[in-house]
């Protein structure tokens, strides 16, 4: 399997299998809504409550979208 770089191995891995069984998949691991605000971060990877909750909202927005 070949992974492009700067890719997380875990986010190529969960496009194929989305894409395997036809469902969408949506990818904000480098969306920069998110990655240019560190303060939502409770660490370099992991949201804060206020990153999950702007998050969540996004992520509920963009499901309404495919409805």
């Keep these: 399997m ?3 770089i700067g890719i997380d191995r875990s986010i ?3 496009k194929e299998i989305a894409k395997s069984y036809k469902i969408n998949f949506i990818d904000f691991s480098k969306d920069s809504f ?6 939502l ?6 949201l ?3 990153g999950f909750e ?3 909202d996004v992520v509920l ?3 309404n979208l495919f409805k």
């Design 41 to 46: 971060f409770a660490d370099y990877r992991h």
């Design 61 to 63: 927005e963009k499901i």
């Design 34 to 39: 998110f990655t240019s605000k560190p303060k």
């Design 54 to 56: 702007l998050f969540l």
């Design 2 to 4: 070949i992974h492009s």
């Design 12 to 14: 190529t891995e969960a």
């Design 48 to 50: 804060n409550e206020k």
